[in-house]
């Protein structure tokens, strides 16, 4: 299908019909989402779900498995375990590794997560910043720098949180912010947070929504960055400015599913 064929309501309206099919809860069991899925305490998701999102690099099904591992590791009670650790239960995580995401950033990820928890309720306290940005921007340079605040925070984990001033996409990130975020009857998204609004999220820029979205022409920018997961959850929002980033699930699903992503536009 050629973009060019395509007016903006007949885009909408293709999109939107790929949303209904991918955002379902046929979508969960072979995706990074089904390990906060197993959970039903709130701190319990935000906790599995921001390690799912942060690990969430490479095959999907290697990501889920090794995600159920740490879960383990933390004894499937996440919440409890970061709070109520004693050194002990740290030994398992020393042996815990995801691509370059090992022991050093494991360990800081529980201490830091048990620092914020001792003082705020919800995580989304971390990622807001304001009812009149845009978009979810600052809140994730915000997260970033709370994330980092303890003296001995190791360099090498900074790499895991990155922040949209560093020009990344932060699609991981963002994903975690639509899982938490984005409220609506399919059974996918979360929906636990309420400060933070859908009309805000930024689009996940990863490989294959890009792909897709530049062959639909959502994209013109060259480079992948933040400007560009900016750029295509602009259009994005003149689509649906309350929940532009439903897209996602079409996008993806387009390069995933119905191989998009492969093929030449």
């Given at each position: 299908m ?8 007949e ?16 979508f969960?069991?072979?995706?990074p ?26 095959q ?5 498995n ?6 383990g590791m ?24 995801h691509?370059?995401?090992?022991a ?19 995580l ?50 963002v ?26 999220l ?7 929504v ?33 929940d532009p980033?439903?897209?996602?699930f ?16």
């Open positions: 050629k973009r060019s064929k395509l007016s903006i309501a885009l909408k309206d293709f999109l939107d019909e790929k949303v209904v099919l991918y955002n379902q809860p046929g969960i069991e072979n995706d989402v089904s390990i906060p899925h197993a959970f039903s305490k709130k701190q319990d998701i935000e906790i599995a779900g921001l390690f799912a999102a942060v690990l969430a690099w490479g999907r099904k290697t990501i889920i090794k995600c159920k591992q740490l879960m933390m004894d499937n009670d996440p919440h409890r375990f970061i709070l109520q650790h004693r050194e002990k239960d740290l030994k398992p995580l020393l042996a815990f590794k691509r370059t995401f090992n050093t950033d494991t360990l800081y990820f529980v201490e830091a997560l048990k620092w914020f928890y001792q003082n705020h309720t919800s989304e306290d971390a990622f807001y910043a304001g009812a009149d940005h845009e978009t979810v921007e600052q809140g994730l340079d915000q997260f970033q720098k709370i994330f980092f605040s303890l003296e001995h925070a190791p360099h090498r984990t900074r790499k895991h949180i990155p922040s949209p001033a560093r020009k990344s996409t932060c699609k991981r990130l994903m975690y912010l639509r899982w938490m975020v984005r409220d609506d009857d399919r059974g996918v998204d979360f929906g636990i947070w309420k400060k933070v609004k859908p009309a805000q930024v689009c996940p820029c990863d490989l294959h890009d792909r897709v979205a530049r062959r639909l022409k959502l994209i013109k920018r060259k480079q992948t960055d933040w400007q560009t997961a900016l750029e295509l959850t602009a259009r994005l929002r003149a689509l649906d400015p309350v980033v439903k897209y996602d079409a996008l993806f699903g387009l390069g995933i599913e119905e191989g998009w992503s492969k093929r030449s536009a």
